[in-house]
């Protein structure tokens, strides 16, 4: 039984207690005021009372005795219900604190398994990182001269939909400037392997220019690459750049509060070329 079926139950017994008890108030009222009523009769029976007067106001006192009587015999089997809700009750209480446990469990499991996961990937990527850094590779970039095979001033993490308009003037920019930049078009041919060109890449890259967008947060490998960029960071310092294209602080914040607590470049503030003088010189710092 779900939590929320336990609940309803346990919300459903109360109101039956509830009403119970209500009326078993009311019997309880009724019960002291005809025993009110039979002591006023008796306090108006004195020496001076006719016979007949007499035998009247017994009769009231019997019919209200046994009208008493009917109220606590109504009173008893109130109590007993009343009883038995609040032994159901408890059941149903007990059965909630247990499917609780459950449920937490469920979640400390959960968050165990998402835990370990974590763990394993950033271990995958560091390992594909320490194997692309000694595997040789074919150099096709648009660089202005020639660059050490496993050395990439930077790499480009994007979203394809902001290509035209944002990604590729900025890499082209980049590369004008003298910087060897991994980006997608310059680097992949027909017939590479995607994830590999991706690992070797981000393994041979300084520093991960990560274009946060409204769609780079709903594709995968933007965060394949992102994950393998943070790999990287934990164990080299820092190594994120992050430019927000069309996002808010707060729709940041919702996908990695790490990322929004970085201090980022926007593309609302900054035209391309000045995103790629404030990228070249922070990569000039290294």
Known sequence: MSLESIQNSISSVQRDIESLQNRLTAKARDEASKTDRIAQINRSINKSTSASSIESKQRDMLRLQEEIARIQHDKADLAKRIAEKTALLHRHQADFYKEQG???????????????????????????????????????GMSSGPKPESDYDAFISHASEYKDDLVRPLAEE??????????????????????????????????????????????????YELDGL??????????????????????????????????????????IQELAGKLVDVINQR
């Not at 968050?111 to 194997?131: A, C, K, T, V």
């Not at 692309?132 to 096709?140: A, I, Q, V």
């Not at 994120?240 to 970085?262: G, R, T």
């Open 230 to 271: 943070v790999a990287k960071e934990v164990s080299g310092g820092k190594v994120i750049l992050p430019i927000w294209h069309k996002v808010s602080k707060n729709e940041v914040m919702q996908y990695s509060p790490s990322l929004a607590d970085k201090l980022a470049l926007s593309t609302v503030t900054y035209t």
């Open 174 to 223: 980049l590369v004008k400037r003298g910087r060897s930049i991994w980006y997608d078009e310059f680097k992949l041919t027909v017939g590479d392997s995607l994830r590999r060109s991706i690992d070797k890449g981000l393994a041979r890259s300084k520093f991960g220019i990560v274009v946060l967008s409204p769609s780079f947060f709903a594709k995968n490998w933007p965060q």
């Open 102 to 140: 459950r449920e937490q469990k469920k979640f400390t499991d959960a968050l165990e398994r998402e835990r370990r996961d974590q763990g394993h990937l950033q271990q995958y990527l560091l390992d594909r990182f320490r194997i692309g850094l000694h595997e040789p590779r074919r150099d096709t």
